[in-house]
């Protein structure tokens, strides 16, 4: 387990560690775990350019304001935030159109796919001049791998029971996929992240009988130390995206830990060069055997390889042609 000590400890050196003027996008960075961690960057980075993609036109701008007071020392208000408003509860926002889709799956899992995809080229294209870190994160349900349907890989026929454990296969063999596509020299490294629970306005604006349940399941969380608070959810995140425990770049990494172990059940080294998928729980920590032995038997059936042609024909109906 990666300590809230050691996530502190490291995210400090991001000020001397790694270089200024670094880049990051935030898909959906208006509120919640996105807007925490976008702060979080802020705070320890140099001079920064950010891009918030988001709807919510009042929550950026009062982002935007509240960046101009946070920074390392001596670089208080140096970060550059730019707002893009984007509706993505919606893929017509990267060209495809939800109709006939799993409305879930519509913004948890093609848009954002999509999204990856589309960035790909910038992210190896600027280390191509400035090697180092780049990284995806996708916040979803790292580590809750489970059986999947080739039948019915949009999941229009899969119980809600089971819908968890086929998105979360679904994401990261999609990631491994995008990976092996970015071509042999990809330097990239493709994140499935686990939050845990965390309190975020969502829940506020939850309706109905589920609204109150969730609320009300957060709050007992809270009271057994389950839950995570939002500005620790943030602090958590920022690490995925800059430790060298997940290769390559990265704030090196202290106390004699080691780097983490990625979905083909493999350790890279810190040193190394060549882009990695991890699919990580709440605490940082990889997916353990059992997911790790789920992934392996799907990726030796050539399920990686049919789940990206299926995804391209997807994609490809909607009227965007992927190479």
């Excluded at 961690?37 to 950010?50: E, M």
């Amino acid at each position: 387990m990666v300590s809230l000590s050691e996530i502190y400890t490291s995210n400090a050196l991001i000020t001397s560690s790694l270089p200024p003027r670094l880049v990051a996008v935030f898909v959906g960075g208006t509120s919640g775990i996105g807007e925490s961690t976008l702060k979080a960057f802020v705070s320890y980075a140099v001079q920064p350019k950010i891009y918030i993609l988001g709807r919510n036109n009042a929550s950026a701008e009062r982002i935007i304001g509240e960046c101009k007071f946070l920074g390392p020392e001596g670089h208080v208000g140096e970060a550059e935030v730019v707002f893009l408003q984007a509706d993505l509860s919606s893929m017509k926002t990267v060209e495809v159109t939800p109709e006939g889709l799993h409305a879930f799956l519509a913004s948890a899992y093609y848009d954002r796919m999509l999204i990856i995809h589309l960035l790909a080229p910038l992210l190896l294209s600027a280390t191509d001049s400035h090697p180092g870190l780049a990284r995806v994160v996708s916040v979803a349900c790292g580590c809750d791998e489970g059986i999947i349907e080739p039948s019915d890989f949009s999941a229009l026929r899969i119980p809600s029971s089971a819908l968890r454990g086929h998105i979360g296969t679904l994401t990261t063999l999609t990631l491994e996929a995008l990976a092996t596509n970015t071509g042999p020299d990809n330097s990239i490294t493709f994140i499935h992240a686990n939050p845990g629970l965390v309190r975020t306005p969502y829940q506020d604006r939850m309706t109905g009988a589920f609204g109150v349940f969730a609320r009300g399941l957060m709050w007992v969380k809270k009271i057994t130390g389950e839950a995570i608070g939002i500005e620790e959810s943030g602090e958590r995140h920022l690490y995925l995206l800059t430790s060298a425990r997940y290769p390559p770049g990265g704030v090196p990494i202290t106390g004699g830990a080691l780097s983490a172990i990625g979905t083909n059940g493999l350790r890279a080294n810190e040193g190394s060069k060549a882009g990695a998928v991890y699919s990580l729980d709440k605490n940082g920590e990889p997916a353990g055997e059992h997911v790790v032995s789920l992934l392996t038997k799907y990726r030796e059936e050539g399920m990686v390889d049919r789940l990206w042609l299926w995804l391209k024909g997807e994609y490809y109906r909607a009227g965007v042609v992927l190479s």
